[in-house]
């Protein structure tokens, strides 16, 4: 079955230890991307990746760090977590290219992350 | 970066009734995306936009480019149970590729039986 997984789906930890949420896809999908939700926000793009070793800041990468070593694999690392990321994360991935039902943003879902 | 302002917040209508929303930007979009979340999940593509004045159609949904290439408009019609969520639009920052990709803040729909 094509679908971009996220773990863990819950998470609650502490300020300042490092921590990663994986996200893979099993779709071949060059696009990948890291975003947060919260109440009265929406979503907010954290980082994305065009391709392997490609990655570039969305509107919200303060406090976040992303690698893509390989294709399917996007992690997204808060290396010292603050109470102000408590937010609910999706990854989603795409075949890239132009925006259109052909190649449409498949989401993760989600990884409900508190920081205490 | 770029902001989508979804109007309104929330609805509660009852089943039956028409729906009506819409996203605003300060600048231009070359394409309109719109998307629902349901409970628990991750949003998926319910239409996109390509041209300004165009206006699509998705089983019950229809979407509007807005001429201003500024604002885009989403209705459902004869609304049921399932249409409850949260519906987001969301354009690429320039151009029409994906990249740098905006949501508005979306709108809670609530649908009474």
């Known amino acids: 079955e094509a679908q971009v997984t996220q773990n863990p789906r819950y998470l609650i930890t502490v300020t300042g230890k490092k921590l990663t949420v994986t996200c893979s896809q099993n779709?071949?999908?060059?696009?990948m991307s890291w975003y947060r939700q919260d109440p009265g926000l929406g979503l907010r793009q954290i980082y994305y990746?065009?391709?392997?070793?490609?990655?570039d800041k969305g509107d919200v990468p303060e406090g976040y760090k992303v690698s893509r070593k390989e294709k399917r694999n996007f992690p997204l690392i808060l290396e010292s977590p603050s109470p102000n990321q408590t937010s609910l994360y999706f990854c989603?991935?795409?075949?890239?290219?132009?925006?259109?039902?052909?190649?449409?943003?498949?989401f993760g879902n989600g990884t409900r992350l508190t920081v205490t | 970066g770029q902001q989508l302002n979804q109007s309104p917040q929330s609805m509660f209508i009852q089943e039956g009734e028409d729906v009506s929303m819409n996203c605003t930007s300060s600048s231009i979009f070359n394409t309109w995306l719109w998307y629902k979340q349901d409970p628990g999940e991750g949003p998926v593509l319910l239409i996109a936009?390509?041209?300004?004045?165009e206006l699509t159609s998705n089983g019950r949904l229809t979407a509007q480019f807005g001429i201003t290439r500024k604002d885009s408009f989403l209705n459902i019609s004869a609304s049921i149970p399932s249409d409850v969520g949260i519906y987001f639009c969301a354009g690429p920052a320039g151009g029409t590729s994906y990249g740098k990709l905006t949501f508005g803040q979306g709108t809670i729909l609530t649908v009474h039986p």
């Open positions: 989603a991935s795409s075949f890239g290219g132009k925006l259109s039902y052909n190649s449409p943003l498949h």
């Open positions: 779709m071949n999908h060059e696009y």
């Open positions: 990746s065009m391709n392997v070793e490609v990655t």
């Open positions: 936009l390509y041209k300004a004045g």
